[in-house]
């Protein structure tokens, strides 16, 4: 555990539409809880999309070496990638917190990071820390490599299908818990599998028609399924699920399995680990990280070992 909080100042980067507005309408009973709390803080509101990205190196060029994020998981993504842009410090250098506003908040979820505000809170003030593992991740966007930073868990195909129907009926104004698995009923049905090889430090693994891919640091996305249920986030691993193709009956009567750690009870779902990832298809699929529509294979994937600090639980810690 670091010094008092007391004796730092943290700075405070606001999503003010994360969880459907949550990050505006809750910002000022999570500050008196800062302010009760005695963290002294700078709050700045993200105006746009990525522009936590460029706070973040803002703040570190400043000086600032503890940040809390408020916001979900697409703000989580956005900060931590501003944290590898930034060359000021190194990434371990500065104490990353969050306060979960979001609506999927799974990043948190693998942590034992609270979900009331109090409590995250308090465990930003205790300063239990944590060194996690981070992805880097290459893929193809109008004809040009690009990568960007992970800190949670990449779905390619079918995963990526569901993303862009969810942000789309987002954009179009629904809302509710029910959102991400109606955007998986509707995908199921119109989206086909693809020709896909995958290689796992240079071992080719797979080479056959493929539903979907996960590929993490930690264990959970979608709004709280299990598709990685045995990472770890700090050994230095990816942990891959891969999903064959698959008829909606077998993941109806199978779909509690998705959420409590059992999905490789599905004969469909395939486990793999390693710390290099390559996908190659034909067409191309599409890839989601951290939530975030992204661009398209091939993808490579490569691994940054205890890269980032983390605010975490005391509970967390003591597993």
């Known amino acids: 555990m670091e010094s008092s909080a007391k004796e730092v100042k943290w700075f405070v980067i606001v999503n003010p539409v994360a969880g459907s507005g949550r990050g505006l309408d809750h910002f000022p009973q999570i500050s008196k809880l800062l302010r009760d709390e005695h963290i002294l803080c700078e709050p700045v509101f993200t105006e746009h999309k990525f522009h936590a990205t460029e706070l973040t190196v803002w703040a570190v060029k400043q000086g600032y070496r503890h940040i809390i994020a408020v916001g979900g998981d697409g703000t989580l993504h956005e900060v931590v990638n501003g944290l590898f842009i930034q060359q000021e410090a190194d990434p371990r250098e500065v104490l990353l917190g969050v306060v979960a506003v979001g609506t999927g908040n799974d990043w948190m979820r693998m942590f034992g990071v609270p979900r009331r ?13 944590f060194l996690q593992d981070v992805g880097v991740i290459s893929y193809e966007e109008s004809h040009y490599r690009q990568s960007r930073y992970m800190a949670n868990v ?26 991400y698995a109606w955007s998986m009923v509707q995908t199921f049905f119109g989206y086909k599998s693809t020709g896909v090889k995958v290689w796992i430090d240079d071992r080719l693994v797979y080479n056959n028609l493929l539903f979907s891919v996960a590929i993490g640091i930690c264990k959970y ?10 990472a770890v986030a700090d050994d230095g691993m990816f942990d891959v699920s891969l999903i064959r193709p698959i008829h909606f009956w077998h993941v109806l009567f199978r779909f509690r399995y998705l959420f409590n750690g059992g999905i490789y009870r599905i004969r469909h779902v395939l486990q ?13 699929v599409s890839v989601e990280v951290d939530g975030e529509l992204l661009g398209e294979s091939p993808l490579e994937f490569s691994i940054l070992h205890r890269a980032i600090r983390i605010v975490v639980s005391k509970e967390f810690l003591e597993k």
């Open 117 to 129: 505000y109090q409590d995250a809170v308090r465990a930003i003030k205790e300063q239990y820390s």
């Open 154 to 179: 990449a779905g390619a195909g079918f995963d990526a299908a569901v993303n862009r129907r969810f942000t789309h009926l987002q954009k179009k104004g629904r809302r509710g818990g029910w959102l």
């Open 221 to 230: 996305n979608g709004g709280g399924m299990q598709q990685l249920p045995d």
């Open 272 to 284: 793999e680990r390693g710390s290099r990832v390559r996908i190659e298809s034909s067409p191309e």
